[in-house]
């Protein structure tokens, strides 16, 4: 699947994951909630797997970049607590994106001179640069909802598999980093 395809499929997924959490909250729209939610759901979890199979960090940095703007959106306007978050998550991964791109330039290799070589600052020996730094805060985001009580299973699972995609984005950034100081 292209990048925009994976766009658009989150984008789906998205919408219909809101759709049926709204439903569930509409007496007689239950189980039409239940179903938009659970293709959701499915929909996502299929992309994400897309996404972590390609190996490609960009693609997995844009399908977690769609889900959480669309999140955003889709907040309510009162919820200040996930408003803050999702902002910050969303900052933190428009700075990833400038790493993602600068990892790639010849130049990046200046870059071993000025992070610190205290393992504070290194992920795997590497400098922890803004990618590391957004992928980081972000799997801990995920972890504290998967503690959450009351997460639908299958929730739960999506929760999991962007996980997965986050440690797997930054594997593979990790060998981005690896080649660029070779």
């Excluded at 000025?114 to 972890?143: C, E, M, Q, W």
Aim: aromatic share 8%; proline share 3%.
């Amino acid at each position: 699947m292209d990048l925009i395809g994976l766009v658009n499929s989150i984008t789906t997924a998205t919408t219909s994951i809101d759709h049926g959490r709204k439903g569930f909250t509409i007496r007689g729209k239950e189980q039409e909630g239940r179903i938009s939610y659970e293709t959701g759901i499915e929909k996502a979890m299929t992309t994400f797997k897309v996404a972590q199979a390609s190996a490609d960090p960009q693609a997995m940095l844009i399908s977690e970049y769609t889900f959480i703007t669309q999140e955003l959106q889709f907040c309510e306007k009162t919820d200040k607590d996930s408003i803050n978050s999702l902002t910050k998550a969303i900052q933190s991964f428009d700075d990833a994106f400038l790493a993602l791109q600068a990892v790639v330039e010849p130049a990046y290799k200046i870059t071993e001179k000025t992070y610190p070589h205290n393992a504070a600052y290194r992920v795997i020996g590497l400098p922890k640069d803004a990618f590391h730094t957004a992928f980081i805060s972000h799997k801990t985001r995920l972890k504290n909802i998967l503690r959450a009580p009351g997460v639908d299973l299958i929730e739960k699972a999506l929760l999991k598999q962007r996980f997965i995609n986050l440690s797997a984005a930054q594997a593979a950034y990790n060998e981005l980093q690896k080649k660029a100081f070779d």
